[in-house]
């Protein structure tokens, strides 16, 4: 099912500009926003909307993380304290990253960083690496207090690093960004450079042996920025920024790109890719010498789907730097909208005369799958010309938003693709959200000539953090690096033990093998194991070795919480040292997890949330089923926590449910809590009301609010109306013939009063097609109230919303309509302003469900007012095997049994008065 809202672009011609041609200068005074300005108002602006709340780290719990892996690429987490552990309660997303060119081992990492996820406030936070970022150091945030948004980070020739990062005043009006320099590996920056600037910006550093060498070039939006433009650079290694001038057709939304020779290029929306020769000379103002408008097979991405807040992607520009032929080719690649019901692909474009023309725009994912989202597509190309990309994609997860990172490459400059290969687990992107719904705008990568460095987010935790992965193979050194993959193993396991050391691979082409030693408590003397390089020239030195309670040949013999060590013996390791001992350790755990308190803490007529803790850090599993011998469903929650709350998804309205929890500790130890063989029960909410719109359930309506069938109209913004309901015919919709108008006040669709005072847990479902503009110019809203004047508003849009198909809704209500009498429900339309619109709403399948009365008898079966024979008569009639909705299963086993029989024996005699 394709759930979106694509941000109507306006595709520019392509401008080819003479030699010589020169943007204009303009103001650098900050600008009015002319409201009725479409082109200046479809931005995706970076604002500050709640305070600043101070949480401090140590008032925060913490959780364990580790390497995430199961596909040969583990992912290191980089937002963790100093011990390594997770932070409970903060929020990290958009990540960038940068490499130092004289050190690959050493990086940073920036990210928006939320220190509660209570608040959408925001800073600019920052983690350095400096062992190929196998470990993470998270000091903190530059400027703690100071709102901050949009990172962007790129290093010099020199090892230097730099920190682009967008702030706005108080009043939201003015939007600009200040430049940070870290000298020493990112450990500490200063005071920053004020570098013009706006929302979405991109920034890029020479680092070619020309004239340009150390430049820092800068673009981003020009609708919300400090001055007049959109583009800056600084010729002094980023002490002082140049004033702002603008670019032909104002791309933004994408990347700025440094060609070999020093050329420039900047890219975004249009699809445009501008060229400048001029930039790098310091004595010569950026003259841009072509604009091109590029085909990409579709539209930038903006909002729904697995990123409603956010973008799908940015468009990215690179251009290859190698000594052959494809020397000076640029590239362009975005997660776009393509046309028909695909919602989003990774499409990549190719120009071999220096950004002139482009190719036949290239799909890069290779599903077949005509409903998956391959969102926040991103690029880097290697020194050596090779081109990696990778993106998120929904493939495995039919209609739904469950993500997996993808990466794939390119040898031949673009013309060819390696086979799309899966680099992580999959994750929920719509949790974890910071009080917006949106993990970011893009992630970062960037690529040598033996693999890349990836800066990206994710949920593992079940929370959003930013994780590196190195894809490829690993930076080389000759500092041999020892590693376990995991820091707990159990009584019966198998450990797997690498080297990484550069200067063992003594013959690149030759797979070589080392030595390594392991032991434990319980034998101390220990193994020796023979290490296979992963193939020529990796440098990489993989093998493993048997742990077990009973010693044999070849087998480190271990017992309950023994320590293993293994030991490696590096030659040369690159510093001064020779026969140096390197060590790593791992602990030996043999007992299962307890698990205990399982509760359900949350009911919704799909959905429950079931939590439970355990005695020691845990993967957890809550299996489910409509009967305690079907548990078909699976449901899996964060590694490695104590606590957990895992949400059951797809239930069945006003049903029983059946379920049981496994849960895992990072040795491998399985424990399995299933209530004594009984299961655990729970039962979704009950209906107790629904229009179907089949007929006119007689509601109040104001202006063009209306009951009837939709006719497909509008969207001269955004999309159209649907054409009919989510089922059926008809819908309650705003002008079924086409868009909303402009300036209207506020008109609304009122429920009739419905009684809930039978009902606890109270939720609010419905389907709804809606568009909107952002709530800066035009409004819709959703409310409920017990008296019917005063109104509670379950939601309003903030961004715009441009939906394209039914998108399901629903509001837990309870605190306000539980045994309730009088409970209305509100759709409101505006108020609007005078110019953009959207197709508006449109309402179907209106459902009010909660926890029904428990019926008074539940073993009078035949209902005759008492439990008695009759009862046992109706058991015997169906016994055996129960299917779904089986009311004279009273054991809930399955089965019509005995049980059932004890159970009306138990409950004998009289039916008490409901």
């Avoid at 690649?333 to 190719?359: K, Y």
């Avoid at 929650?637 to 849960?663: C, K, M, N």
Wanted: hydrophobic fraction near 35%; charged fraction near 15%.
């Amino acid at each position: 099912m394709k759930l979106r809202t694509v941000l109507s672009v306006v595709v520019m011609a392509a401008v080819l500009a003479p030699a010589g041609f020169v943007s204009a200068q303009k103001s650098d005074v900050p600008k009015k926003h002319a409201p009725d300005d479409d082109a200046q108002r479809q931005g995706h602006l970076e604002v500050q909307r709640d305070p600043y709340i101070a949480a401090p780290r140590s008032g925060q719990p913490r959780s364990l993380t580790g390497p995430i892996g199961g596909t040969g690429y583990p992912s290191f987490q980089v937002n963790v304290d100093a011990g390594g552990l997770n932070i409970v309660g903060d929020a990290a997303n958009e990540p960038s990253i940068a490499v130092d060119p004289t050190d690959p081992l050493k990086m940073v990492i920036g990210w928006r960083q939320f220190d509660t996820i209570t608040s959408d406030f925001r800073q600019a936070g920052f983690g350095y690496s400096a062992d190929g970022g196998r470990t993470w150091t998270f000091p903190g945030v530059i400027e703690p207090g100071i709102f901050r948004s949009d990172p962007v980070l790129d290093a010099d020739a020199d090892g230097n690093f730099y920190y682009n990062s967008l702030t706005t005043d108080e009043f939201q009006t003015d939007f600009w960004c200040h430049v940070f320099k870290s000298t020493d590996g990112g450990a500490t920056w200063d005071n920053g450079t004020y570098a013009y600037g706006g929302d979405k910006q991109w920034q890029a550093i020479d680092t070619t042996d020309g004239i340009g060498r150390g430049n820092i070039y800068a673009s981003w939006n020009d609708v919300f920025s400090t001055c007049s433009g959109h583009f800056t650079r600084s010729t002094d290694g980023g002490q002082s920024f140049e004033s702002c001038t603008s670019a032909p057709g104002n791309p933004y939304w994408g990347t700025v790109a440094v060609g070999p020779d020093g050329e420039l290029y900047i890219s975004g929306t249009g699809f445009v890719v501008d060229k400048s020769v001029t930039a790098r000379d310091p004595g010569q103002a950026v003259v841009w010498q072509t604009s091109t408008s590029v085909d990409l097979g579709g539209s930038i991405n903006f909002g729904g789907g697995p990123n409603p807040a956010g973008l799908g992607g940015q468009a990215w520009v690179a251009v290859d730097h190698s000594d052959g032929s494809s020397r000076g080719n640029v590239y362009l690649l975005c997660s776009v909208d393509p046309p028909g019901p695909d919602p989003a692909d990774v499409m990549f474009a190719r120009s071999t005369d220096g950004g002139l023309t482009f190719g036949t725009p290239i799909r890069v994912n290779n599903d077949t799958s005509t409903d998956a989202w391959q969102w926040f597509g991103t690029m880097s190309v290697a020194p050596n010309g090779r081109i990696d990309v990778v993106w998120l994609d929904t493939r495995a997860d039919p209609g739904g938003y469950d993500s997996v990172l993808y990466y794939c490459s390119s040898t031949t400059a673009g013309a060819t693709w390696s086979a799309n290969e899966a680099i992580t687990a999959p994750f929920d992107p719509h949790i974890g959200w910071p009080q917006q719904d949106k993990m970011g705008d893009y992630f970062d990568m960037v690529s040598d000539d033996r693999g890349a460095d990836l800066a990206y987010a994710a949920t593992f935790n079940g929370e959003q953090d930013v994780y590196y992965v190195r894809i490829g193979q690993p930076h080389c050194s000759d500092l041999g690096l020892l590693s376990f993959p995991s820091p707990e193993y159990g009584c019966e396991s198998s450990a797997a033990v690498s080297v990484r050391d550069c200067n063992a691979n003594t013959n690149p082409g030759l797979a070589e093998t080392l030595e390594a030693t392991v032991a434990s408590d319980t034998e101390p003397t220990g193994e020796t194991i023979t290490l296979d390089e992963t193939g020529p020239d990796t440098a990489v030195f993989e093998g493993s070795i048997i742990l077990s309670e009973t010693d044999a040949v070849g087998v480190v013999r271990v017992a309950n919480a023994d320590t293993v060590t293994a030991t490696y013996i590096d030659a040369d390791n690159g510093q001064g040292g020779f026969g140096v001992v390197v060590t790593t350790e791992a602990v030996v755990d043999c007992v299962g997890p307890v698990i205990s308190n399982v509760q359900v803490i949350d009911i919704g007529p799909h959905t429950a949330v079931i939590s439970f803790t355990t005695n020691e850090p845990t993967s957890g599993t809550i299996r489910y089923g409509d009967s305690c011998a079907t548990l078909t469903g699976s449901a899996a929650g964060p590694l490695a926590v104590t606590s957990h709350e895992i949400t059951l998804l797809d239930l069945d309205f006003g049903q029983r449910h059946y379920f049981v929890v496994d849960a895992v500790d990072r040795a491998g130890n399985p424990a399995t809590d299933d209530n004594g063989g009984l299961c655990y029960s729970l039962d979704t909410l009950a209906l107790a009301y629904e229009f179907t719109m089949d007929t006119d359930p007689g509601w109040s309506t104001e202006g063009q609010w209306a009951f009837g069938q939709p006719t497909g109209g509008g969207g001269s913004t955004g999309d159209p109306d649907p054409t009919s309901g989510y089922t059926g015919t008809n819908v309650y919709g705003y002008n079924l013939n086409g868009d909303y108008g402009s300036g209207l006040p506020e008109h609304r669709l009122t429920s009739l009063p419905l009684d809930c005072t039978d009902y606890t847990g109270v939720y609010l479902t419905y389907w709804r097609w809606l568009g909107i503009e952002n709530d800066s110019w035009d409004h819709a809203s959703v409310g409920v109230s017990t008296n019917g004047s005063t109104y509670t508003t379950l939601w309003e849009n903030t961004g715009n919303v441009s939906d394209g198909t039914w998108v399901y809704r629903e509001f837990d209500i309870s605190a306000i309509a539980d045994g309730q009498s009088t409970v209305s429900v509100r759709w409101t339309m505006g108020t609007t302003d005078g110019s953009v619109q959207y197709c508006g709403w449109n309402i179907d399948d209106v459902r009010i469900s909660g926890i029904a009365p428990e019926l008074p008898c539940p073993a009078d079966l035949d209902g005759s007012g008492d439990v008695g024979f009759g009862d046992i008569l109706t058991i015997i009639g169906v016994w055996g095997p129960c299917p779904p909705e089986c009311p004279e299963d009273l054991s809930g086993n399955g089965q019509v049994d005995f049980a059932d029989v004890l159970a009306v024996i138990g409950a004998w005699g009289g039916c008490p008065a409901p």
